[in-house]
């Protein structure tokens, strides 16, 4: 089998998780014995279709641009078996790049009018490839591609293979959901595997790829937490994430989804601690951090009997946590107190220090 893979996300390698569910996919093709080549759109030129109908009349079959659809990509497409389109999903459908592929991909019909069965078409110039749709989104919920896949069900009709959607994509890489992401690209692997075998993606492997990988409200909350962090420090996603930084907590409820996702069970080893944080100011209230086993509950309120009590304005406490301030320079300076088990307080940068 022949294969093309066009992958018209903008972002770069480890970045891209459209990428990253591509080359999953592609992994298990290519072990299935598939030829794959890789298309990257954002390294091609790539024109806009302007409709004048030249590869119609003058030149049947042959685009009147000249650029690396018509010079390159064109042909490769035609030759392939199988063409996966790999797209990040933009405003519920797929993005400039890809449309501007396979708006480009119009010499393979001819201009006269077919109807058959109620619907009017182009008859076929060459046979085209089969088509898979791989496609991610931010939002958790699987109906936010329903507009994708009615497009290219329509477009594509009997020659569409797989539509392999990954909702939630945002998190795949985050290491608290490491475990079911790398079921998730296990899955994509082994639909690569299908689709060699049998052209077509299995109903168990689908459910696999789109399986749930975070609580909906969490994420939301998560979402809207780092999206207010970046706006608060001037910077892109991309930015924020090379600075290693860390989301700013409004709430105490924010606070502790914080800090349980930054917990480090390495570091934590055999430890059995409650820490308490009695925070004033803005955010007033007290909250628990209870670690052992390596594993971290969090719990609102105040604790019977806390190895270690951290008392501070929430503002000062939260700049120490995501690194805008010294811990121990505001400990000297007392702007916070710390009672109990000082030895806990020494430790917070290794025991929280998963960013």
């Known amino acids: 089998m022949k294969v ?6 903008p972002r770069s390698d480890g970045i891209s998780k459209t990428g990253i569910l591509l080359d999953a996919l592609v ?3 290519r072990e299935a014995g598939a ?3 890789m298309i990257p759109l954002r390294r091609k030129t790539i024109k806009n279709c302007i409709g004048c109908f030249t590869c119609w009349t003058k030149t049947p079959g042959v685009c009147v641009h000249k650029d690396d659809m018509a010079n390159e990509l064109f042909q490769k497409w035609l030759d392939a078996d199988v063409a996966i389109y790999a797209t990040p999903l933009y405003h519920f459908t797929v ?3 890809m449309k501007a592929f396979i708006e480009r991909t119009l010499p393979v019909l001819e201009p006269f009018f077919e ?9 076929l110039r060459h046979k085209f490839p089969g088509a898979v749709i791989l496609s991610v989104a931010g939002f958790p919920e699987p109906a936010v591609f329903d507009q994708l896949s009615s497009y290219v069900r329509f477009l594509f009709g009997k020659s569409l293979l797989a539509e392999i959607y990954r909702p939630a994509a945002e998190v ?15 899955a994509t692997s082994e639909a690569g595997r299908e689709l060699v075998q049998s052209r077509h993606v299995s109903e168990q ?14 994420l939301a909350k998560m979402g809207n937490l780092f999206w207010k962090s970046c706006i608060r420090e001037g910077v892109t996603p991309r930015e924020f994430h090379e600075k290693n930084l ?11 989804m914080i800090m349980t996702k930054g917990f480090n069970p390495a570091s934590a080893g055999s430890t059995r601690a409650v820490l308490q944080f009695d925070f004033s100011g803005e955010v007033e209230g007290s909250c628990c951090l209870r670690i052992e086993n390596g594993e971290i509950q969090a719990l609102e309120g105040p604790s019977d009997k806390p190895d270690l009590t951290v008392q501070a304005p929430f503002d000062v406490w939260v700049d120490i946590i995501t690194g805008k301030a010294d811990g121990q320079q505001s400990f000297m300076e007392q702007k916070y107190k710390a009672i109990g088990d000082l030895s806990l307080l020494i430790r917070m940068n290794s025991l929280f220090g998963r960013r």
């Not at 109807?115 to 008859?123: A, C, D, Y």
């Not at 492997?205 to 969490?218: A, G, L, V, Y």
């Not at 860390?246 to 502790?256: A, G, H, N, Q």
């Open 35 to 37: 030829e794959v080549e």
């Open 95 to 97: 993005n400039a790049a």
């Open 172 to 186: 795949i890489n985050r290491p608290e959901f490491s475990e079911t992401a790398k079921d998730i690209l296990a």
């Open 115 to 123: 109807l058959h069965e109620g619907r009017t078409s182009h008859p």
């Open 27 to 29: 992994q298990g093709m």
């Open 205 to 218: 492997t689908m459910k696999r790829i789109t399986q749930p990988i975070c609580d909906p409200d969490s």
């Open 246 to 256: 860390v989301p700013r907590p409004d709430s105490i409820e924010t606070y502790l």
């Open 4 to 9: 093309i893979a066009i992958n018209s996300s």
